[in-house]
């Protein structure tokens, strides 16, 4: 009996430790950045008519860029231009990808190598079309001041999101107070309760 | 001083206790005294014996019955001595201390005096006891205050004031007994020695208990435990406490009963058990998170606003609520969430309503947040439980260790029950509470449980067919009307409350499911499969042997239908583990199986592809991980979704038949392939 209840809180630890080891795997990858998320209308975007953001970045490696496009009835097809410049306006990143990749109303996801050493840095984001027809433009979702809708990722290292993550849960979980030592004494009380209905 | 005592006795067919009583009177009390007897038309031979002892005492005959408190009264109404000493005719004195017991009755402030009472195996009865109350027994069975409720030995050597003293042996002053107008007349027998100590104290007298002072009391003998005594206490208890409050207090004392015999004995049993389980639970419940409890509680919490038809408030009002799907259960739900998230006001507080309102970022960082998460899921804490304690008691004894450890351990159920957070513990509880009334053959409360399941979610009326079967297999015609009673007296709760609002909302759920998986049968037949599948399982039931362990197998095999062929949402496999528990705790073989169903469980809330089932499940956490995390894109991007869902499912349907068909088989009244059975056939 003692080994099939090893065997089960040993299951239990197994799964519940994956979800959480999957779970820092994840973040270590997309290391929420900068985000504008707040969409309020849309600008055109077609040759001559590029749009741009600039934002600093707040973690290094920067590798994952969203940006919320609005294809109308798919009906572009042309090329469609991603871009990250420094602060010089020299190319980091590019990405060409086909209008039929964006539909209508999508978070379009742009995935790249890594910009290193780039912490606190100004980067500059551009969106441009091939498209010379207004009529079949692309869209891209804006607030009221015109700034783009886009979230930006970063990767880092999997023991610095587990500190960062774990400091971000220690606070939020001690703000309720009163349930914090409430939950601590009943969990203690019923384990010393367990502990000394073993040794009886 | 004059101490003249009327020692008042009274008999019915007591001829072999009242000579031992009257000669322990003349032996031991020497100071002045009268002796009366009444006698209610004892049918044995009392009276030929009192006469025949020589022991001089005044007799008088009742032609009938009259009930002991007007017999006394009577024998008050010939008494000449200033104080009246009731006796029970099996009552001895045994020495001369007795004769003290005058002593403190003449004190001003004392209405009665009662010494101690030996029962016939030499320990002390428990005599005394506070005025019962509702509240008294409340203490007593729910609280564990002792000597709140029930009789009890006080320990001093001194006089001690109680309230409540049993009337075998109590003296008093005639001037306070007339005072009172003696025995309430109304209790023929029992109680009214506690109505005559419940006017003492109104009047603001003391009852004294002496322990220094005893008689020996034969227990029962005067009355005993036959029916009628029972009977009788009965008539005299109800009219002592008033109807209803005796039945409330019948009812208290009944639930602790049946608690101490079927929960706490468990507990007592297997204490560290129950506890390493509940340290798990309440460990995790914080830190898990799916979006159906809140969706759940934003519309049970409108009941606290006073929302009574959630699904017309729904209707109405969703423009203008943060969440806008309609409440897609029973009523009854709705008021069992409802009223928790009542309770629950206190401890929750505003931060809740926010929370329960806020959609956006800003949830995570809800100051309450693991509060709420930890509150909200007590009840479902609290039925977990109570599905181990009822799986060990299904199982045999020896087994009872091994049921709580597959239960309570198995990180399914930890999984589904706190994680997904889904109320569907309540209803397995209920099924599972009627499967149990069934073994006992309690068949009223195992109908009122399977009703009560049915009100909170439907799919335990998949099972009302098994039930209904089993008991025509038994011909307890009887228990088949009481268990039918039973269920529809509580769905028609159901049926009352909002019935029309619901079914319209929920179109959408099993039941049309259930019609959508087809086989074409020859002239273009087309007949849905389950329930192809399931006629064949109420076939099976019909022709399998009548026992709860057969009921029990079919019960599990409809729930493994419904997951196999109408949709494996995660947490309807939570319906079916209790009753696999308990197989799996009869056949440990079972094991591999068991951990085969976990390993498609997890392809299945892969391929369900919401995003909480997997790695969100830890966003209380991790709060970034539900914007980031898509375990199920990156999985796909491998391995196509398709083949997963076959592969899950391949699985799952292999599986279950491994465990299925044997225990059909074993269940069987007949054996397959058995000769006789089909030369009976030809």
Redesign the interface.
């Known amino acids: 009996?003692y080994k099939?209840?090893l065997l089960?809180?040993a299951?239990?630890i197994l799964?519940?430790l994956s979800?959480?080891l999957?779970?820092?795997f994840?973040?270590s990858?997309?290391?929420?950045n900068v985000s504008q998320e707040e969409a309020k209308k849309t600008t055109l975007i077609y040759q001559g008519q590029e749009q741009r953001i600039s934002f600093i970045s707040r973690f290094d490696n920067v590798n994952l860029i969203y940006v919320r496009l609005k294809n109308p009835e798919r009906k572009n097809t042309d090329d469609f231009y991603f871009q990250i410049k420094d602060q010089s306006n020299n190319i980091l990143r590019q990405i060409d990808i086909s209008g039929r990749n964006i539909s209508d109303d999508d978070w379009i996801r742009f995935q790249f190598l890594p910009i290193k050493n780039i912490k606190d840095q100004k980067l500059n984001l551009s969106l441009n079309s091939a498209t010379l027809d207004q009529n079949k433009a692309i869209l891209v979702f804006t607030d009221n001041s015109d700034q783009l809708v886009y979230k930006v990722?970063s990767t880092d290292s999997w023991i610095n999101v587990l500190r960062r993550?774990l400091v971000?849960?220690y606070q939020?979980?001690t703000?309720?107070s009163?349930?914090?030592v409430s939950?601590i004494i009943?969990?203690i009380s019923?384990?010393i309760?367990?502990l000394i209905?073993?040794k009886v | 001083m004059n101490k003249d005592l009327s020692i008042i006795i009274v008999t019915y067919n007591n001829s072999e206790d009242i000579i031992s009583c009257l000669k322990s009177i003349e032996k031991n009390i020497i100071i002045q005294h009268e002796i009366i007897i009444v006698d209610s038309n004892s049918s044995d031979d009392t009276i030929s014996k009192i006469k025949s002892s020589q022991i001089k005492v005044l007799l008088f005959s009742q032609s009938e019955n009259i009930g002991f408190a007007k017999a006394n009264n009577f024998a008050v109404k010939q008494a000449k001595g200033k104080y009246l000493f009731f006796l029970n005719p099996d009552t001895e004195i045994i020495d001369r201390s007795i004769n003290e017991i005058t002593n403190l009755i003449d004190r001003d402030d004392v209405g009665i005096i009662a010494p101690q009472l030996i029962m016939l195996n030499d320990k002390v009865q428990p005599s005394v006891r506070r005025l019962p109350t509702f509240l008294g027994a409340i203490k007593e069975y729910w609280l564990g205050q002792k000597n709140a409720y029930d009789s009890y030995v006080p320990i001093s050597d001194q006089p001690v004031e109680v309230e409540s003293v049993v009337g075998a042996a109590i003296l008093i002053k005639k001037k306070t007994f007339l005072q009172i107008k003696g025995f309430d007349e109304k209790f023929f027998m029992y109680f009214e020695d506690l109505d005559l100590c419940h006017k003492i104290k109104e009047l603001g007298y003391k009852i004294l208990y002496l322990s220094n002072i005893q008689v020996k009391h034969k227990v029962g003998s005067s009355a005993g435990t036959n029916p009628k005594s029972i009977e009788l206490f009965k008539q005299s208890a109800k009219k002592y406490y008033g109807f209803f409050n005796y039945y409330a207090i019948q009812n208290v004392i009944r639930i602790s009963q049946i608690a101490d015999k079927y929960f706490f004995q468990i507990i007592k049993n297997f204490g560290s058990i129950f506890l390493l389980a509940i340290a798990i639970r309440l460990i995790i419940m914080p830190f898990l998170f799916h979006t159906d409890l809140k969706t759940q509680y934003f519309h049970a919490n409108l009941l606290t606003k006073g929302v009574v038809n959630v699904y017309e408030y729904m209707k109405v009002n969703k423009d203008n609520l943060g969440f806008k799907d309609t409440f897609v259960y029973p009523t009854m739900a709705y008021f069992t969430l409802g009223s928790w998230a009542y309770v629950t006001q206190p401890i929750l507080g505003q931060p809740f309503q926010n929370w329960l309102y806020d959609w956006g970022e800003s949830r995570w960082t809800n100051p309450q947040l693991f509060r709420q998460l930890f509150v909200l899921k007590l009840p479902y804490l609290f039925f977990d439980l109570l599905c181990g304690v009822l799986i060990a008691y299904l199982v045999e004894e020896s087994l009872r260790k091994r049921a709580l450890v597959v239960w309570f351990f198995n990180p399914l159920t930890l999984y589904i029950i706190y994680g997904l957070a889904n109320f569907d513990i309540i209803p397995t509880f209920l099924t599972l509470f009627s499967l149990f009334f069934f073994q006992k053959n309690k068949l009223l409360a195992s109908g009122l449980s399977l009703g009560l399941g049915i009100s909170l979610k439907l799919f335990p009326l998949l099972l009302l067919p098994f039930f209904v079967l089993s008991l025509l297999k038994k011909e307890n015609k009887r228990g088949l009307i009481l268990f039918l009673i039973g269920v529809i007296m509580m769905v028609l709760l159901t049926l009352c409350l909002f019935f029309q609002d619901f079914l319209a909302t929920s179109g959408s759920g099993m039941a049309t499911q259930m019609l959508i998986p087809i086989v074409i049968l020859p002239f273009n037949l087309k007949i849905p499969i389950f329930y192809l599948l399931y006629s064949s399982l109420l076939l099976g039931c019909l022709f399998s042997k009548n026992t709860w362990e057969s009921l029990n197998v079919y019960i599990l095999a409809t729930f493994w239908l419904v997951l196999s062929l109408i949709n494996f949402h995660p947490q309807w496999l939570l319906w079916s583990l209790p009753f696999f528990a308990i197989i799996i705790t009869k056949e440990s073989k079972l094991l591999i199986q068991g951990g085969l169903i976990f390993i498609s469980f997890i392809f299945f809330i892969l391929i369900f592809e919401d995003r909480f089932l997997t790695l969100g499940i830890l966003s209380p956490i991790f709060p970034n991980i539900y914007d980031v995390a898509n375990l199920e894109q990156t999985l796909f991007t491998y391995i196509p979704k398709t083949f997963l869902e076959i592969t899950a499912r391949l699985i799952f349907i292999i599986t279950i038949l491994t465990i299925l068909i044997p225990q059909i088989l074993m269940h069987l009244n007949f054996k397959v392939g058995d000769p006789k059975l089909f030369r009976s056939k030809t």
Not at chain 1, 29 to 32: G, K, Q
């Open positions: 009996m099939l209840l089960m809180l299951f239990i799964f519940f979800i959480f999957l779970d820092i994840y973040l990858h997309r290391v929420s990722y993550e971000n849960f939020r979980f703000t309720d009163l349930f914090v939950y009943i969990n019923i384990i309760g367990y209905l073993k």
